[in-house]
Structure formats: structure tokens, C-alpha cells
């Protein structure tokens, strides 16, 4: 497990300039040793892709239905999900690959669903740098010292030693990829660097997001620091993920909403770009063959055509977009993907087929993939998503066929 940041305070502090030369250097070296091991974790080839609808949707290619998949499909609303972790706390899970297959799995034995999405977390990465971090019930993430000064920043651990602490990621993504047996294509994914930045300066959940935002104010240079730190951690991350047997990677920005379009454009827009330009970068140094990659920033409608110009094959939307403002301001050369309202699911099975109808209407049968607007809820009804599954498979081929 990362060590604590407490006590890594009492390590021998490095000097800026001489700390971010060594981050470069051993962000290289390292990068390539994971991408090298993560290979080795598999066998040397995984079983054929039977369904590959979801990603030549994301290619922009023709598809004969409209792919679908659920943001938390692997989650509490399913009475097996709940039973398999009742045993474990949330992070220990998290560190078990036998139980974060066996989680990720869970929703495909249910639905038919397009994807499967590993079971992880985002904060997974703030403990790789050295951040302690528990999920408290009812409450959320905790983290026991968040950062608090600038100096805090010289505790972390080196982003290259930090992507280190992140295998059993890999090996869980491994293990899930063989144990698919090419029914769909896995997705892998991470937290963009300013929704991480948000957890680790806030400790835990906020509806203001007012610390983490008054760092931008007061401590600019501080706060580029650490988003640069961040993604020097995510790039290696993401390109080991791949290397691992993971088919396309989702990089969620989900504090987005909390920054206007001068801070958005300012501190997360370049950091975004940055990742999706240095994980294709970095695939492709691998010998890795290129995935596609969505990037989905919650309530982040303002950056919209700046987000579909950001390197990414796939933009996600929330359920607070139109579908027909959202194509006219992303244009026909990106897939989106969305946005059901998920307490959608809360209405009649028939409603919800109402629903998808109109929504796959308005959407269109090309460069599109079925989702929610945000994750499913713990108190979701199972009937319900499954409805919602169905019902974008009948409706998407009857719209083909018309």
C-alpha cells in the first residue's frame, strides 16, 4: 500500500528544479518497465473479440445497433455486487484483482451490455503518490491529511515511483480480459488531473469545491505543480492499462461543472489535452496498437468544442445537454456518447423505452454510443437497467432499418 503522507514528511525533502528534472527522467524509465511488465502479466495473445461494436462505434465506423454500456454497472444497485463485497473494505477491493474481475463480470452475466469496465477507482492514484485515503460509509472518500501548503506538494511520492504502486490495477485488468473471453471490449480509466487535485486538497467530497478553487487563485504556480504531477502519474498509468489488455480508456472529469471557463480553460482543458496526447504518444512508443479514448467532464458543457478537439475519439455527455446542441458544437468527426438522465431509471419500464427512443432519435444511428449522463444510483431497480439496455438495442436497429 502507498505510504501516508505523514510519513513521507519525514523523508529528506528535494528541491523543486532538481525534483522535476528526476520526475522527467523517471518518468521515461519507469514508463517503459511497466508497459514491459504489464505485458508480461497476460498471455501472449487474449481471446478473440466477439462483439466490437463499442469500439468501431468509438472509431466512428457503421455499426448495425447502437452500442450501449452504464457508468457504475459494476456497483451496489446489484444485490451480488453488495454480497461479494461485503467481506472487504472499498479499497482493499480495489487492490484484489480476483475481486475486481469478479465485480467487473458481474453486470455482463445480467445484461447485454457492449462493455465492460474494470472495477476500480480514481483515487487510487493520489494513494499511489503517498496520500492516505479510506471510504468512510455513508460519508465517501476521507482523506486523513489532505494537501494543505505548497510544501505538501514536495511530499508526494515521484510520479514515476507512484505508477509503480498501481500493478495490481494491471493485473486485475489482465485477469478480467482473459476471463471475458472476447464477449466485449474492457475499458480502462483514470480521474483527470484536476478532479484528482479537487479530492486531495478538499479531503474528501465538496459541493463548492471552495479550497481546492482557492488554490488556482492564490497558489497558481503551486497548482499547475501539482496538475503536472498528476498527469506524469496518469500518462504511464493509462499506457500500462493498455499494455494490460484494456480496449479503450475513459478519463472522467468530474468536478469540471465546479470551473468556469476561464479556470477550466486555464487548469484542466491543458492537462486533459496533455494526457490524451502523451498516452498515444506513449502507445505507440510501447509498440502498443492505438485504443480509443473518451474523455466525459460532468457538466462541462461550456468546453464543449474545446473537448472535442482535444485528442479524444469520444466525448461523453451529461443528461443536462441536448443531443442535437451537443453534435452541433463537437461537429461529425467525433462519437458521443450519453446521456440518459439516470434517475431515468427510476420511472416505468415503459417510460424508460419512451425514453431511450426519443434520446437514440434525437442522437442519430452514426458516431454515437448509449449511456447514461452519470452513474447508476445504489437504489436502482436491476429490471429498470435492463430495460434501458434492451431498449437501446431494439430501438437503434429499428432506426437502421428505416
Given amino acids: 500500500m502507498a505510504t501516508p ?19 522527467n527522467v523517471g518518468t521515461v524509465l519507469t514508463f517503459r518497465r511497466l508497459t514491459m511488465e504489464a505485458k508480461q502479466l497476460g498471455p501472449q495473445g487474449f481471446p478473440e473479440l466477439k462483439n466490437d461494436t463499442f469500439l468501431r462505434a468509438a472509431w466512428g465506423e457503421d455499426t448495425d445497433y447502437t452500442p ?38 458481474q453486470p455482463l452475466r445480467r445484461f447485454a451490455l457492449d462493455a465492460a469496465i474494470i472495477f476500480s477507482d480514481i483515487l487510487v492514484v493520489p494513494q499511489a503518490l503517498g496520500m492516505e485515503v479510506t ?23 515521484d510520479p514515476a515511483a507512484a505508477a509503480s504502486e498501481l500493478a495490481y490495477v494491471f493485473q486485475a485488468i489482465t485477469l478480467t480480459r482473459q476471463r471475458l473471453d472476447g464477449r466485449v471490449p474492457l475499458i480502462g480509466f483514470a480521474g483527470a488531473p484536476w478532479t484528482l487535485m479537487t479530492y486531495m486538497i478538499e479531503g474528501g467530497s465538496s459541493s463548492t469545491m471552495a479550497k481546492a478553487k482557492r488554490w488556482l487563485y492564490q497558489r497558481p504556480q503551486a497548482s499547475h505543480q501539482l496538475l503536472r504531477i498528476l498527469t506524469d502519474t496518469l500518462v504511464p498509468y493509462l499506457v500500462g492499462q493498455v499494455a494490460a489488455g484494456a480496449q ?12 468556469g471557463p476561464q479556470l477550466f480553460t486555464k487548469f ?38 474545446e473537448l472535442a478537439q482535444a485528442g479524444y475519439e469520444v466525448v461523453g455527455l451529461d443528461w443536462t445537454l441536448a443531443p442535437e446542441k451537443a453534435r452541433e458544437l463537437v461537429g461529425k468527426t467525433v462519437t458521443l456518447q450519453g446521456n440518459l438522465d439516470p434517475c431515468a431509471l427510476y420511472a416505468s419500464e415503459e417510460e424508460i423505452r419512451q425514453l431511450v427512443q426519443q434520446m437514440l432519435d434525437d442522437f ?35 432506426l437502421r432499418q428505416n
Avoid at 6 to 20: E, T
Avoid at 80 to 92: G, L, N
Fill in 364 to 398: 442519430g444511428p452514426r458516431r454515437y454510443i448509449a449511456n447514461l449522463g452519470h452513474g447508476l444510483y445504489p437504489d436502482m431497480d436491476p429490471e429498470h437497467v435492463g430495460a434501458f439496455v434492451d431498449a437501446v438495442h431494439r430501438h437503434s436497429r429499428l
Fill in 268 to 305: 484542466a482543458l491543458p492537462y486533459i489535452r496533455d494526457v490524451a496526447k502523451r498516452v498515444k504518444a506513449g502507445l505507440q512508443e510501447a509498440g502498443l496498437a492505438p485504443v480509443p479514448m473518451i474523455i466525459f467532464a460532468k457538466d462541462g458543457h461550456f468546453a464543449l468544442e
Fill in 135 to 157: 471510504m468512510v460509509p455513508g460519508k465517501g472518500p476521507s482523506f486523513s491529511e489532505p494537501l494543505r501548503e505548497e510544501q505538501d506538494l514536495e511530499h508526494l511520492r
Fill in 5 to 23: 503522507l505523514a510519513h513521507s514528511r519525514k523523508r529528506r525533502s528535494l528541491g523543486r528544479g532538481r525534483a522535476q528534472s528526476q520526475v
Fill in 248 to 259: 479503450a480508456l475513459q478519463l472522467f472529469e468530474s468536478h469540471a461543472g465546479h470551473l
Fill in 68 to 105: 450501449v454500456w452504464c457508468m457504475r454497472q459494476a456497483g451496489r444497485y446489484l444485490p451480488e455486487f453488495r454480497e461479494t463485497r461485503a467481506t472487504q473494505d472499498f479499497f482493499s477491493t480495489c487492490r484484489s484483482p480476483e475481486t475486481c474481475c469478479e465485480l467487473t463480470l
